[in-house]
Every structure is written in C-alpha cells, then in structure tokens.
C-alpha cells in the first residue's frame, strides 16, 4: 500500500473515534484526492509529493510521531531552490514539513541523518 494511502485509512481511523472534537482534524475529512489535496503541498496522482501544508503538517503531528530538526543556514534557499525541492521530493518516503527555521520529519532515520549531516539539506541530499 502507499505512502498515501496508509496515512488516509490512519486518519480515517482517527476520525471515527467518538471522543473526536479537533474541528482541524475533520477540516478535510472527504474521499482521497481531496485529502490528499489539502494535506500535501502539489498533491497530483501523478506527482505523489510528501511535504505538507500547514494543516496537514497539524493533522499529521496528532496521527505520528514527529522529529523537529532545526536547520543551519539559510532556509529561503531551500524553500525557493528547486533542484533540493525535488531531491528531498525523490529521497524521502515519509511526510515532511519545512518552515523558515525547521525542518519536521515523520521518521527518527531522517532525524538522525540530518543531525549527521550537521542540520544541512544540501548536505544530505547528497549523503543519503
């Protein structure tokens, strides 16, 4: 199953529980294209991306487990490079968000490689 596809059923399960009251985590609560839409930044079945929008970034840090990583340097550059946007688009295989100061992974493996990696996108894309 998908990357996608696993964190939709996860949110659905979530969604039914009754003591749900989080008017976020219902925001997009509709078939799979539309969740995908509102989760992810460019989402296209075609162009299956992993970053997240805002909202998905609020939905998902209550669905998994989260690891903040603060970034050295620069991150404009990063959010406007489109060479380390599609890098971090082809090597990553959880969800992901960026801000201006951090960088925010759905896997402990990420995290670690990136404080290997001395807190540098650049760098570790081309480590890993």
Avoid at 24 to 52: E, I, K, Q, Y
Avoid at 90 to 111: C, D, G, H, I, W
Wanted: charged content about 20%; some cysteine.
């Amino acid at each position: 199953m998908k990357t996608h596809q696993v964190i939709y059923n996860r949110f659905l399960l979530l969604t039914q529980q009754e003591n749900l009251v989080d008017s976020d985590l219902l925001a997009p609560n509709a078939d799979f294209d539309r969740f995908c839409r509102t989760v992810f930044v460019n989402w296209t079945p075609g162009f299956p991306s992993l970053r997240c929008t805002n909202l998905g970034f609020n939905i998902l840090k209550k669905v998994y487990q989260v690891w903040q990583v603060p970034l050295d340097g620069d991150t404009n550059l990063v959010l406007n490079s489109g060479t380390l946007a599609l890098k971090l688009h082809q090597n990553l295989r959880t969800p992901y968000y960026l801000n201006k100061n951090n960088f925010y992974v759905f896997s402990s493996e990420t995290a670690l490689e990136l404080e290997m990696a001395n807190r540098d996108l650049s760098v570790w894309c081309r480590m890993f």
